[in-house]
């Protein structure tokens, strides 16, 4: 989620749900010394973290050498060494400890940060913005790069978090490349953190710069990793959700020259008057619209040299009463030339947003043999918020399976419209339950729903894409729910897709706050449940669900977490297991689907859990140190293989845990 009153929602997610916040620290030099990691007095012998240490000599791997494993955003590495016989023999084997925490005065939000793993070495950053290179065979720190940038201030929206670096080499160079909170792109050499002295101004460059408008690091940062695609750096931006200027930073995506950070190439995500879709941005409102940005991550076909980028909702994202029309580029694919940004081809998944359904995730690149075909079609799939699955040939941008128009709802809210219909996918159906309708709402017990219907009431309820009212929209999935910047995991050998979601109805108002930069405001706050605690609405609240990409079909579903069974009111009814709303992470490997999910010490005990790839049974569990904040990654080094998680939060020391098999087979 990318919006500045979230945390405030956050926090009432937290005392139920179990959403973990996160905190940190680290020192203030250029290049920093590894952190003093004296574990606690009361830690035991697997709880101490390691000190300084140097690459190991690595014989063989099976590297994760991007974000989301490769370039194609699969989450699938394909080790055979764990398999649903050894699974639970996994246990920890080393506990690396966040720099974060021993910076003082500054407070990170969730370590949500998943390491790269090239040559038998991590490379990550910290919830602080700092850069890391880690042994990957026993957790020893090589260098800490703290660029200081905690010291610019609290970055908007989610403050400080920081999802990852990324990485390129050729002959003659290694380099990791870092987004900070106080937006900057900053290139290091990856065998000791210095900087790219050729690289930008001594390494760095100013993101702020070259907007068009004067852009402060109070609206405007980087939390996710760049990605670099061919010869190219691309990096986006967190850019704050409300108004708080009347000119808002726009979300331009840029590319840089990976050597010398010589600006290549700025994709304008709000057409200037002249530009293909200036027209969509009625009354001049391009000019001071902000927002329409790629927070998250974004993906890369190398061969055919495009990059694919996953929009967000122009800036106040429940009211565009302001930036009247369709809004082009908000919540929009857009495919890039990776080397002009010239646009290759691009689809809106919600018209004139005002529901704050970003496109979350960086979309999966497959190679797909469909259905009646002999010879596989390149295909790109967007998981969104309020989840769909939309899937294109990657380079055309034509549609796999038609998607329709669909009428909806006129706006009530004063100078508010609303579009007059939105994109739905024949295939694959939603892999999320959308709208808040009686046939949504639970039936546990006649009397729990009555209870509920009666709580509902007070709302406005719909189908999907029912607009935000002043009384105020009920809406499922809610901005928090449906797919996240987790991602979908992808096995190429059985052509499945697995998606991670979470069911979090919200309740929008539209209040009228009376300022000179909008006059309407969107208010979001989180509805799970009534005073009881049962919830609203129909389960499973969290779930991976499994889909066949050659023919669009849902193979299984199964809920994740647990919790809501053991409330009185529902005890004694043959209910299942009804999953819980909290972030779910996957990766996928030749033969396991491996998935964490958030929590707190009030929730439920930290698992990673093990499914079978085809039929979604629960193969075993495996009990953490900490709750998972971020997406897992999984690796080889000479033989033995890694599972390594983000954990950390306020008053938790901010963490990588890596799981192995003590008996390596």
Not at 146 to 152: C, E, M, Q, R, T
Not at 306 to 332: A, C, H, K, Q, W
Request: charged content about 15%; hydrophobic content about 35%.
């Amino acid at each position: 989620m990318n919006f500045l009153r979230i945390s405030m929602v956050l926090a009432i997610i937290l005392l139920f749900i179990g959403l973990h916040a996160c905190s940190g620290g680290g020192g203030n030099d250029p290049i920093t010394p590894a952190p003093d990691n004296t574990p606690p007095s009361d830690a035991s012998a697997d709880e101490i973290c390691t000190g300084s240490g140097t690459p190991p000599e690595v014989l063989n791997q099976l590297q994760w050498p991007h974000y989301a494993a490769d370039q194609n955003s699969s989450r699938f590495v394909p080790t055979t060494r764990l398999t649903r016989d050894n699974f639970t023999n996994l246990t920890v084997a080393w506990r690396w400890c966040s720099p974060d925490d021993s910076i003082n005065d500054f407070i990170p939000n969730k370590h949500e940060s998943t390491p790269i793993m090239i040559d038998g070495v991590l490379y990550n950053s910290t919830s602080l913005s700092q850069a890391v290179a880690i042994n990957a065979l026993s957790g020893e720190s090589i260098w800490v790069f703290d660029p200081g940038s905690y010291l610019a201030g609290e970055p908007p929206n989610l403050g400080f978090v920081n999802r990852g670096v990324a990485y390129w080499s050729d002959e003659s160079n290694r380099h990791i490349f870092l987004g900070t909170g106080d937006s900057r792109l900053i290139a290091l050499h990856a065998t000791d953190g210095v900087r790219v002295s050729t690289f930008g101004d001594n390494g760095e460059i100013d993101l702020t710069q070259g907007l068009g408008r004067e852009v402060s690091n109070q609206y405007y940062g980087v939390s996710s990793a760049p990605l670099v695609c061919g010869n190219t750096v691309v990096v986006g931006a967190s850019i704050l959700d409300y108004p708080s200027v009347k000119a808002m930073p726009p979300g331009d995506v840029r590319g840089f020259d990976v050597l010398t950070g010589d600006l290549k190439w700025q994709f304008r995500s709000i057409p200037q008057s002249g530009e293909v879709g200036n027209e969509t941005w009625e009354n001049d409102s391009y000019l001071e619209t902000g927002g329409v940005n790629v927070w998250t991550t974004m993906s890369c076909d190398a061969e055919r040299g495009i990059v694919y980028l996953p929009f967000s909702t122009p800036t106040n994202d429940y009211y565009g009463g302001d930036r009247l029309g369709d809004n082009l580029f908000g919540e929009s694919l857009v495919a890039l030339d990776t080397e002009t940004g010239s646009r290759v081809w691009h689809y809106q998944m919600v018209h004139h947003g005002i529901w704050d359904y970003d496109l979350p995730a960086a979309p999966n690149l497959m190679d797909v043999v469909l259905t009646g075909e002999s010879e596989p079609t390149p295909i790109v799939a967007q998981v969104t918020k309020h989840g769909f699955t939309f899937v294109f040939d990657r380079t055309s941008g034509s549609p796999i399976w038609p998607i329709e128009e669909w009428p909806v709802s006129a706006s009530t809210v004063t100078g508010e419209r609303a579009a007059l219909s939105q994109p739905v996918p024949t295939k694959p159906l939603p892999f999320e339950r959308q709208g808040t309708g009686e046939e949504n709402v639970i039936d546990f017990t006649a009397s729990l729903r009555q209870a509920a219907l009666d709580y509902l009431a007070q709302f406005d309820l719909g189908p999907l894409f029912t607009p935000p009212t002043e009384k105020g929209t009920v809406i499922l999935p809610g901005i928090g729910g449906g797919a996240n910047w987790s991602g979908a995991g992808y096995h190429p050998g059985k052509q499945f897709l697995y998606i991670p979601s979470v069911s979090l109805p919200f309740v929008i108002r539209i209040e009228d706050q009376g300022q000179t930069t909008t006059r309407f405001v969107g208010n979001p706050d989180v509805v799970l449940t009534t005073a009881n605690n049962v919830p609203l609405f129909k389960p499973p609240y969290g779930r991976i669900t499994a889909i066949d990409m050659a023919s669009g079909n849902h193979v299984w579903m199964t809920p994740v977490g647990t919790g809501f069974e053991s409330l009185p009111e529902l005890a004694g009814l043959d209910i299942g297991i009804l999953g819980v709303p909290r972030r779910i992470f996957v990766a996928v490997t030749e033969h396991l689907l491996l998935a964490s999910q958030e929590g707190n010490e009030n929730s439920q005990e930290p698992l990673l859990r093990a499914y079978d790839l085809e039929t979604g049974e629960l193969i075993g569990t495996v009990p953490l140190p900490a709750h998972p904040m971020g997406t897992l990654s999984v690796y080889e080094v000479n033989d033995q293989v890694f599972v390594v998680l983000p954990t950390g939060s306020s008053g938790s020391r901010s963490e990588l845990v890596a799981l192995s098999l003590s008996n390596q087979e």
